[in-house]
């Protein structure tokens, strides 16, 4: 599934309104990285190279020029050559680009040197995303010293440069119908999965055969690859918050974490589920299960434009506290244990991020100091978890190494949230009758 396509020109006049007049937004594509030796990592565009123009080849420049009479979206782009397109694929090349990508002039990125300093020329402000490649960095200096060595022929540099950043991210933070329209479906892809994982796991199996089976389920309903890697963590490893080892064995009683989401079209999923490899939680297992749930729910409360971004991770961790106290793995008053942070070896991450392009998505999570407040069309995870480390002597032995999340994607409306992911089951019984629905 592809976005609209009618949503590019939309985003470039969108970002082009924003700029000063006799501006220049420079935005280069993502740079090829080195797995090992002669192989390289399989590509990925940059979210904002590509949010602007859905092109996405390697060694491209995207040029906008709000005003210019010749056209405000020149693209730099490899060249069609035969030779090089058998061994790695084909381009659109400069000729064909403005029909094919909308773009006003195209020339081949051999170029750029020639030609971009001359379009930078007499231009008051260059917008671009400074820091995030010296490659990039040093190349835009250059283009601008090629013009400053000019001055005396009466040529004019650049005076200012601006990030972009936040213009271009404050854009990508609210979603458009298009856009939540992909992302519910790379939510259904990655849900799919999810329900596969549970109704295949048995004692016995290996991390990394349900991985292999959620990639599988990615990539059979068309999405390129998960949207970051998938984090399938049994027993004690569901502890670890970012475990990517996948190879341990699964043993009966474990509970199982699975932290995984396709991306679409250059959209991120991003769903956690954990449930019992033997189709039954223990009653430590239910307990804190329970509890994680039940903060989630609470949180979600607390999710619908006008609210603040703190207010869904203030109610969920009230929740969580007050659970682990009545569950005897605290001690002490709710409020003092919050303010003192005392919780955090337990539920040690925030309850939520924004969602996108990016699986942690762009745009400012405070505006003046504040924290900033939801609005429709924002896309967020609800994530709450507990993790009690193997090792920690300040609880009971049962409930060591129980590691739960529970995580949903959720879309910011007037009145509440929208829930994407709402096809993975979550109440205990739910996901005990999918466990033991053996395929
Ligand atoms: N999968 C990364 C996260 O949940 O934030
Ligand atoms: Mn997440
Ligand atoms: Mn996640």
Redesign the pocket.
Known sequence: MKLDPSEYPRRRQQLMAQLNDNSIAIIPSSPTHVRNRDVEYLYRQDSDFYYLTGFDEEHAVLVLIPGREHGEYVLFCQEKIKEQEIWTGRRVGPEAAPAVLGCDDAFPITDIDDILPGLIEGKDRIYANLGTSPEFDGQLMGWVNHIRKQVRNGSQPPREFCGLDHILHEMRLIKSDAEIDVMQRAADISAEAHCRAMQLVKPGMYEYQLDAELTRTFMAAGSRWPA?PS?VGAGENACIL?YTRNDAQIQDGDLILI?A?CELDFYAS?I?RTFPANGRFSPEQKALYQLVLDSQYAAMEHIYAGKHWNEFHDAALKVLVTGLVELGLLQGEVDAIIEAGDYRRFYM?KTG?WLGMD??DVGEYRVDGQPRMLECGMVL?V?PGLYVAPDDETVEARWRGIGI?I?DDVVVREDGCEVLTRAVPKSVEEIEALCQQQL
């Open positions: 970051y984090i970012h932290d989401g991003d956690t991450h991020h699986v942690h995870t994530e999340r995580e």
